[in-house]
């Protein structure tokens, strides 16, 4: 996708073919979602459809769970994981979860094949800090 | 058949040799013949009559001739029959012994590039049937749940679901159990009463009918070729509570998400424990409640535009042309298998202006990828400024078919990045090729391994291995059960001296 928001400080991005959604928030605490898959609720029914790759911006994060997210990349020992992690079998057609984090200068990029058969510690980490951080901003 | 001529050259050969040392005699009443000669009871050898026709005479040897009975040279006559016979009694032995297996076949045993799949496999020579036999224990698995925070959390691993948890998540809190609620099977208090059971029938249903009797077999063993081979699918499935119920016998665990009527997309997957070394029950299947219905994405459609009033693609369908065009390369030169066609439905104001806009397509398809145009079929689409292209027969895909064609040993054939790349080859290509179908290769089309449902013939291959190997017989080809007839007693000629084949000859020419 271009014209991804930048600076980057964590990115999650789910791939099942050419379908993409990806959640991924900037420096300054900014949360977008992006991607080009949608999924609607409208008075109760489902509607799924592709489009266009965009971006859309949901919010902001305040200092704290900021700061909460940038400590959590740090420990996570993500910038030290290989950049790819593979089944320990070949699966055909699966899905992957591509994380990509920047921090102190260092930008790295891990990817997990087979999402649902494969897990990394590392990056396990992440999704519970990125759960975390959007947590921070639900309203509901 | 190549054995069988190979045993009449060497019997031509045996009857020359016995016929050369002919003695010379004086004259008859008995003519002296090589006692080898008598005692086979055959024709006299060329050789022996020049010998006796230059020591006897013509008129003596011909008279000699005629006293002799007739006896057609074993060639020509009596072995075919014989072999016709024997060949017979074998296949009727062969029926009669019953059925052949069951057996299981591991794809990865004749196809170096497998690591997939498995099934079992019966022969019914009777019937004429081959039995597929697929076997699976489904655990139902929630595609969503609500966190103790009440946040909705993807468990089905797609791009989809993690859209659709990011959905709830934007509603109140009060509110989202209930939508949460509908990525949950109903055994475990979701809202669809009967979605369990309708996913095992389901699941049996799409894979029987999707891939049943699509190409007959036959058996090729000279004078068995009225022996065929139909293939019925049987798809027994049930639930387990854990991973752990699934019976040994089993060739898959079926993991199956629960997600909300009207998914499109979602992640679909097979692999086997141990891969290529893996055994045939080994095999894990990952598919949503949604995948036993045909889908409903349309893959095989795509919608045009044209600029109003001119023939020209809008900027937006000469992208969507292009990569059409990139995913559907020509069939390779000396492939058998054929590249899957387009049909192209273009309106216009009047039918000059729905031809030319069809040109302006074929054109694009060219320049995107090379298209050959006789794949390309033009079709009236009536007044207006759109246009719709169809791959192949555009009949929707059922994703737990597709998914059984892996099960079966097949490889994914639509495109994508890397080893998908259009035109690339298939983990099923050489083998399929050693069957007769080249040029199996990645590319958008209305096959059953890439968008489409047609299961074609080179998707039967591991079928007609399956066939080899339970039958214990490597004499099988596609095509229907042929008629055998039995050789016609004499040959397909009239034999001079026997009825109604004329007057024997007074003399032999030489």
Known sequence: MSDAPEPLLLERRVETGDDAYVDRITTDGTVWTGGNVTATLEDGDWNFDRSEPSWTRQATLQSGPLAALRRSIADSGFFSTPAEHHPDTPVIHASREVWTAELDGRRHTSTLHARGTTSAEPLSTLAAALESALAAIDTG | ?510
């Open chain 2, 1 to 510: 058949m190549m054995a069988r001529m190979r045993r009449d050259a060497e019997r031509v050969d045996a009857k020359a040799a016995v016929a050369d040392p002919a003695p010379a005699v004086a004259a008859v009443p008995e003519l002296p013949v090589a006692a080898t000669e008598r005692a086979s009871g055959g024709a006299l050898s060329r050789a022996t009559v020049v010998a006796l026709q230059q020591s006897a005479g013509n008129a003596a040897v011909a008279r000699m001739l005629q006293r002799q009975p007739v006896v057609a040279p074993p060639a020509l006559t009596s072995s075919p029959q014989e072999a016709f016979d024997a060949a017979r009694k074998e296949r009727e032995t062969f029926i009669s012994a019953g059925k052949k297996g069951p057996q299981t076949y591991n794809p990865s045993a004749s196809n170096k590039d497998n690591y997939y799949g498995g099934f079992d496999v019966e022969y019914d020579p009777a019937k004429g049937e081959l039995l597929v036999m697929l076997k699976g224990a489904v655990l139902f698995l929630a595609g969503m749940s609500l966190s103790p925070a009440g946040r909705a959390q993807a468990i089905e691993p797609s791009a989809q679901t993690a859209a659709a948890a990011a959905a709830i998540n934007k509603l109140p809190k009060p509110a989202r159990a209930a939508e949460v609620a509908k990525w949950t099977w109903s055994s475990a208090g979701g809202p669809d009463s009967s979605d369990e059971t309708d996913l095992l029938s389901g699941f049996k249903s799409s894979i029987e009918a999707g891939w049943r009797k699509k190409h007959p077999f036959h058996c090729t063993k000279e004078h068995w070729q009225d022996l065929g081979a139909e293939t019925e699918l049987r798809v027994d499935v049930a639930k387990v509570a854990a991973a752990g119920g699934k019976g040994g016998d089993q060739h898959m665990l079926v993991n199956t998400y629960k997600v909300s009527k009207g998914f499109i997309g979602g992640a679909a997957d097979v692999s086997r424990a141990g891969g290529a070394g893996g055994t045939a029950f080994g095999n894990v299947m990952n598919i949503t409640s949604e995948d036993v219905v045909p889908r409903k994405d349309k893959l095989l459609d795509r919608t045009l535009h044209f600029q109003p009033g001119k023939g020209l693609l809008t900027p937006g369908s000469v992208g969507t042309v292009w990569r059409l065009a990139k995913d559907m390369p020509n069939a390779a030169p000396g492939s058998t298998i054929e590249a899957a066609g387009l049909t192209v439905r273009v309106q216009g104001k009047d039918d000059r202006q729905r031809r030319d806009r069809f040109d302006a397509v074929l054109d694009h398809l060219k320049q995107g990828g090379g298209m050959d145009a006789s794949r390309v079929k033009f079709e009236d689409g009536g007044t207006g400024d759109g246009g719709h292209v169809t791959v192949g027969t555009g009949a929707a895909q059922t994703v737990a078919a597709h998914e059984a064609g892996h099960m079966f040993g097949l490889d994914d054939e639509y495109t994508g990045a890397g080893d998908y790349n259009a035109g690339k080859k298939t983990e099923h290509t050489d083998l399929a090729a050693a069957a007769g179908h080249t040029g199996a290769m990645h590319a958008n089309s209305d096959a059953i391994m890439s968008g489409g449902k047609e299961v074609k013939p080179h998707h039967y291959v591991t079928f007609l291995d399956a066939l080899k190997q339970v039958s214990a017989m490597q004499e099988w080809d596609y095509g229907p059960a042929q008629k055998v007839n039995p050789p016609s007693g004499v040959g397909d000629f009239p034999v001079p001296g026997t009825p109604g084949g004329g007057k024997a000859p007074d003399t032999v020419l030489v």
